[in-house]
């Protein structure tokens, strides 16, 4: 009996059904980031009830990031070998456990288990394999696709970071954390709504696994406890595994990798220090809680506009020109923050950075299936944002320690907006490079032999001069008897 049913497709619906995975995507990103970048709302009510240091109350933060983040390979697994509803209705339940528990908290290191380790893992299992399940759907409108199921994360954070300072005030931080909880569990709704679908892509993929079917059900003829069948086994697996993560040792996607660590110190931190900071400088609470309000609902609209935008005919092919823009601006905005104090000032700020945020946001997607492809897409996404986790880790507390040892957040945020910019730069010049390069192969190419092909994939030319020759000679073999080209 099949273990769930599977719609099969030759090429992505780009609708149909693919719009409910649209919708599902979009409340997992609710319940998933927008909930994470609340929880900076209840960085103030931490440090006055716990009564410790910016730099203790900021390891919660860091902690959810970072565990969603490094986990994201495990929910990418689950995804591919048991099925994605499987792996979202299990991350809810431990996402809603967790809040549930921290409610209970005496001290902060409760907070960092239960808030931080566990709601962490569950939402490692959502959020990575909902956000594939969209690439597998949508091929001519994936931009678009992921602009709206990327958007929850501003939509959430417009509408619950009110909600959560309200909760806050009336059933103090532990009844928010407690309601939170509950809300949360619709993550396993969302789980329901992801339906697989098999693309011809994904049919094909099995013959250049070196483990046939048939290999694999005679392992299951033999009897459970044999040496042999452990090491056969054994064997599938390494071979599978090696094929899902062959992509680690393409060129394109190390450069992005690496611009990807950058990009992820400089991002985390505002979410944390943005309200406390705004609080610092003398806006009120309820006014600094509705920058976050702002800069959410921006986001929807970076979120929607970039993504139709680079769905367009003169954008498509610059796609990754649009998101290195966009990390870069973020950057530029971090430059400016120092000098804002006072809320008129601040709100442009969050409409800005909110709209380049959701911006690069939606093409990280983009961008990583434009270089795997689509069938890699949900172990490279795992793989991407696994690398946020040690970024999301560290550059909370270091911006806590700049603010605690220097007394001001400036420090904190130059660091913060240099790190993007450097990101940005990265992956502008690794493209000049690689075209750079195309050009003088194709140069070295026409100079050589007029008549040599030139065939590129990446950075790897191909040659066949000889080929054609060796069909020429065949032909006239064929044509004059006796005939010999040596």
């Known amino acids: 009996m099949a273990k769930g049913t599977r719609v099969r497709s030759t090429s992505p619906p780009d609708g149909g059904w693919g719009w409910m995975i649209v919708a599902g995507c979009f409340l997992v990103t609710i319940c998933?980031?927008?909930?994470?970048?609340?929880?900076?709302?209840?960085?103030?009510?931490?440090?006055?009830?716990?009564?410790?240091d910016y730099a203790?109350?900021?390891?919660?933060?860091?902690?959810?990031?970072?565990?969603?983040?490094?986990?994201?390979?495990?929910?990418?697994?689950?995804?591919?070998?048991?099925?994605?509803?499987?792996?979202?209705?299990?991350?809810?339940?431990?996402?809603?456990?967790?809040?549930?528990?921290?409610?209970?908290?005496?001290?902060?290191?409760?907070?960092?288990?239960?808030?931080?380790?566990?709601?962490?893992?569950?939402?490692?299992?959502?959020?990575?394999?909902?956000?594939?399940?969209?690439?597998?759907?949508?091929?001519?409108?994936?931009?678009?696709?992921?602009?709206?199921?990327?958007?929850?994360?501003?939509?959430?954070t417009f509408v619950l970071a009110p909600v959560v300072q309200l909760l806050i005030e009336q059933f103090s931080w532990r009844g928010a954390l407690l309601i939170l909880g509950g809300f949360v569990l619709n993550l396993c709704v969302c789980g329901a709504l992801m339906r697989p679908i098999t693309l011809k892509e994904d049919q094909t993929t099995p013959e250049?696994?070196?483990?046939?079917?048939?290999?694999?059900?005679?392992?299951?003829?033999?009897?459970?406890?044999?040496?042999?069948?452990?090491?056969?086994?054994?064997?599938?697996?390494?071979?599978?595994?090696?094929?899902?993560?062959?992509?680690?040792?393409?060129?394109?996607?190390?450069?992005?990798?690496?611009?990807?660590?950058?990009?992820?110190?400089?991002?985390?931190?505002?979410?944390?220090?943005?309200?406390?900071?705004?609080?610092?400088?003398?806006?009120?609470?309820?006014?600094?809680a509705f920058l976050m309000s702002i800069l959410g609902v921006i986001d929807i609209v970076g979120n929607i506009t970039f993504g139709w935008l680079t769905d367009r005919r003169c954008l498509k092919n610059y796609r990754y020109v649009c998101y290195l823009f966009a990390v870069g601006l973020d950057g530029l905005c971090y430059l400016c923050l120092p000098m804002l104090q006072s809320f008129p000032l601040l709100v442009p700020f969050s409409c800005t950075f909110g709209y380049f945020d959701g911006a690069y946001v939606t093409l990280i997607p983009v961008v990583t299936a434009e270089i795997v492809g689509t069938t890699s897409l949900s172990s490279a996404l795992g793989v991407v944002y696994f690398l946020h986790a040690v970024p999301y880790l560290v550059s909370p507390p270091i911006a806590g320690w700049l603010v605690d040892t220097t007394g001001s957040y400036t420090a904190a945020f130059l660091l913060c907006g240099f790190s993007m910019i450097f990101s940005s730069v990265l992956l502008g010049f690794a493209r000049l490079v690689k075209k750079r390069k195309k050009t003088q192969l194709r140069f070295l190419a026409k100079e050589s032999d007029?008549?040599?092909?030139?065939?590129?994939?990446?950075?790897v030319a191909y040659s066949v001069a000889r080929e054609l020759d060796h069909k020429d000679d065949q032909c006239v073999a064929l044509t004059v008897p006796g005939y010999n080209p040596t």
């Open 32 to 52: 998933t980031r927008a909930v994470t970048r609340c929880i900076s709302i209840f960085f103030v009510e931490f440090q006055t009830y716990f009564t410790q």
């Open 56 to 156: 203790q109350t900021a390891w919660i933060h860091s902690i959810i990031d970072c565990v969603t983040m490094l986990c994201a390979p495990l929910g990418s697994v689950v995804s591919n070998h048991l099925s994605c509803q499987v792996g979202i209705m299990l991350g809810g339940l431990l996402a809603s456990t967790g809040l549930i528990l921290g409610s209970f908290a005496t001290n902060l290191k409760h907070l960092y288990l239960t808030l931080g380790v566990l709601t962490g893992l569950g939402f490692a299992l959502c959020y990575s394999p909902a956000i594939a399940m969209v690439g597998k759907y949508f091929s001519r409108r994936k931009a678009l696709a992921y602009g709206i199921a990327m958007s929850g994360s501003g939509i959430g």
């Open 208 to 288: 250049r696994n070196p483990i046939s079917r048939t290999q694999k059900q005679d392992f299951k003829r033999v009897a459970p406890c044999s040496t042999l069948t452990k090491k056969c086994v054994q064997t599938c697996l390494c071979c599978s595994l090696q094929q899902e993560y062959s992509f680690l040792l393409m060129s394109d996607f190390v450069v992005l990798a690496i611009s990807v660590l950058f990009m992820a110190y400089g991002c985390s931190p505002l979410f944390v220090y943005l309200v406390p900071y705004a609080v610092s400088v003398g806006v009120s609470h309820q006014q600094a």
């Open 450 to 459: 007029p008549k040599l092909q030139l065939w590129t994939n990446g950075s």
